[in-house]
């Protein structure tokens, strides 16, 4: 929802969750998209940004072997099935290092290194390339949007289910310095070792530089725990005392230690368990998930005997930290809590993308 939020302020018009069924010409040379619905949208210029595909022409020609993902077979010094040739780059097949399947990642840094490979090892030098993990970014009108490693649907896919996520909103700087803007993050990780296996975030300000730690990270087999122990630059104008890498990795601790259990945002809209928002009222008038019951944090102490003991309770709050608090106390006394990750900010941007309802 950020960058939708972004984008819309920008004077861009957003049609989502519909597909292209055709372009048509008009009479004054201009085009027309048309929707599957049916929507007719008129345009100067229609781009297709809907990904590439390895150009494997002179590849096929030559013999060489073909993956299931459309591109050249190369080993790990980037020889092909013909030992006398080598290829690198966007044609190329590689190992994603999360999920260990082959891939096609057409980025320049893979491609770059896997020159520097090909050379070495043409020349007998016995040097391997590590395989990709996908790190990217991304500026679209001012506003920056950054991953590294798997994405959750990527590592389902791959048929990973042994991992955890959190969400995390936290400024790019110190908050009592003019000008924090927040990063909107999700991290996620291994259970029960907490190894970090990938990593997205969307701001307008040292986005890229949080997701450039977290991939240094994973290219180390690194984990939540080395994440919350990073030392990392601090002044108030460059950034927190507990840099948002920082707490993506104490939230994660937190998940693995049992401090803070988490429910799953996307098995919202099948739970019986009752959503508690632990935010002010006026908050909770301004807007909140559906059927949720308000108590604030601030009344929760002298009002918790209210909640049911027989049933789970899913907490949310603004971005997560007020949950926290709440969910800490109720587990204490015996309360069934967890804390949804990320609070009612995040349940924003996973409802405009139309994962909960």
């Known amino acids: 929802i950020p960058l939708m939020e972004h ?24 085009l027309v998209v048309v929707a599957e619905s049916g929507v007719r949208l008129p345009a100067d210029l229609v781009i297709l940004a809907i990904g590439v595909r390895p150009e494997t022409a002179l590849a096929r020609d030559a013999g060489l072997q073909i993956g299931p993902r459309g591109g050249v077979v190369v080993d790990a010094q980037m020889r092909t099935s013909d030992p006398n040739i080598w290829a690198v780059g966007d044609a190329v097949e590689v190992c994603d290092v999360l999920t260990g399947q082959e891939t096609v990642l057409p980025l320049a840094g893979p491609a770059n290194r896997q020159g520097r ?10 040097t391997q390339f590590r395989g990709v993990q ?3 970014v991304v500026g679209v ?7 590294t490693g798997a994405s959750e649907k990527g590592l389902r896919r791959a048929g990973v289910t042994n991992f955890e996520k959190v969400y995390l909103h936290p400024g790019h700087h110190a908050g009592y310095y003019p000008g924090a803007r927040p990063i909107h993050l999700k991290l996620l990780f291994s259970v029960p070792d907490g190894r970090i296996l990938g990593a997205q975030a969307v701001g307008s300000e040292g986005v890229e530089k949080r997701i450039d ?23 108030p104008q460059f950034g927190a005392a507990k840099d948002p890498v920082n707490l993506a990795g104490m939230l994660g601790e937190n998940v693995l230690n049992g401090d803070m259990p988490v429910a799953d945002w996307l098995a919202l809209g099948r739970t019986d368990a009752l959503v508690l928002d632990v935010r002010e009222p006026d908050e909770f008038a ?19 005997r209210e909640l049911p003991r027989d049933r789970d309770l899913w907490i949310c709050c603004g971005v997560g930290q007020r949950a926290y608090y709440a969910t800490r106390f109720l587990t204490q006394l015996g309360y069934r809590a967890q804390n949804l990750s990320g609070g009612y900010t995040t349940y924003r941007a996973l409802k405009a993308a139309g994962l909960v309802s």
């Open 7 to 30: 984008l819309a302020a920008k004077g861009v018009r957003l049609h989502l969750g519909d597909g292209l069924a055709g372009i048509e010409a008009r009479a004054d040379h201009g």
């Open 213 to 235: 730690v977290i991939a240094t990270a994973i290219q180390f087999g690194g984990t939540v725990h080395d994440l919350a122990e990073g030392e990392f630059c601090y002044a």
């Open 286 to 304: 301004g807007g909140h998930v559906p059927q949720a019951v308000n108590l604030p944090l601030s009344h929760l102490r002298a009002r918790y």
């Open 141 to 147: 009108l001012g506003l920056t949007v950054a991953s």
């Open 134 to 136: 996908a790190t990217a």
């Open 117 to 126: 490979v090909a050379a070495e090892s043409i020349a007998g030098r016995a």
